[in-house]
């Protein structure tokens, strides 16, 4: 079950990440304006071109699994606010902000800035 | 006394002096140091609408693009053929979404992008015309000519010329249409600042059926000052989970199941498969 945010965060972070950055597809197939707060254990870190994909298990409330499919940045992009491949592992928990998909399917954009470990450590300190 | 030797030798030497050399000295010293990674400033834009405003469409093509737009806003891909991972191609290769190296011949420029399948363009500069019979591609063709502007014996601006481009395209994901004749023409001008030779330039210059007048932009790169910068590998197949089955767009999970990108959207036909009994 998801959480809905009652007010919009870094919403101007995510619309940049959205910009010039990845310009594999327009992202507005994501909802900037309704972001979502999530909760989870990464199943998987695809560290892949031409997006990177955090692959999120969210309990939901009646303790039911929701798998979540969350699309980022190249690895190019990534690497420049020093992301590698390394930088999630399977088994991680993250707290998370993400434009959740329009259709309403588990699926949306993930960006470093939304995204943090459950005790609200950043994943990578930028350079 | 002169020996027969010393004679042949002399006049093997005059001979090899008088045929033509098959390796050239080339003058590099006369173009631009285009050398090294061009990338674009942090923050700096590369959008067509935020650099040239916008577009000059014609009546026909600006009701076109509100419906892009619109498709946009209710989840769908817009016009931007490289979400499933068709080339972007020309103007949208020399955006520096990702980063690029310039390498000058005599005969040929090529520039080498890392973006969305490694993709480069050649641009021709030895005074050919354009092709007889052109097959369009999606880089276009290009024919490129330098220009000593200042007169000081050095080329400073590289002028080029693309035509031959292929279908489908956009400017970037905005989505801004070309007019399906597929005659779109670009020109730009590729030049270092003359201030800071680590910048550099291209005026892209768009002439096409559905714009009202020429539409420009002026995009800017400046070099890597790490002489041996790491170069990424960019592959478009290699996880994009943006599916297109007839028309429509699908989003694929990560348990490989096809999703809607749309709100309402229907599955796709599976009128191919058998329908098993339940």
Known sequence: MRQ???????????????????????????????QIELEGIVREFKYTSPHTFIVLEVKAQDGGITVWTLEGATPSALVREGWSGKSLKAGDELKMTIAPLRSGAPGGMWTPQGTRFRDGKAVVISP | ?????????????????????????????????????????????????????????????????????????????????????????????????DPAEIIVTPETTYILISHNDDSYRRIYTDGRDWPAEPVPTFAGYSIGKWIDEDGDGKFDVLEVETRFLKLPRSYDISGVPFHSDGQAIIKERIYLDKADRNMLYDEITVIDNALTRPYSKKQTATRNPDPRPVWHSDHCSENNPHIRIGNEPYFLSADGKLMPSKKNQAPPDLSYFKQTQK
Not at chain 1, 5 to 25: D, E, K, N, W
Not at chain 2, 3 to 25: C, K, N
Not at chain 2, 52 to 70: C, H, S, T, V
């Open chain 1, 4 to 34: 809905r945010l009652s007010v919009i965060l870094v919403s101007g972070t995510l619309i940049a990440m959205g910009g010039a950055a990845m310009a594999h597809h327009s992202f507005a197939m994501f909802d900037n304006e309704n």
């Open chain 2, 1 to 97: 006394m002169i020996y027969r030797g010393s004679i042949w030798s002399v006049a093997l030497a005059a001979a090899l002096l008088a045929m033509p050399s098959a390796a050239q000295v080339v003058d590099f010293g006369k173009y631009p140091d285009l050398k090294g990674q061009w990338v674009r400033p942090p923050g700096s834009p590369n959008n067509w609408l935020r650099l040239a405003g916008p577009a000059p469409l014609k009546p026909e093509y600006q009701k076109i693009w509100e419906e892009i737009q619109a498709d946009l806003k209710a989840g769908g891909p817009g016009n931007w053929p490289s979400t499933f991972c068709i080339p972007a191609g020309m103007p949208a290769m020399m955006s520096f979404y």
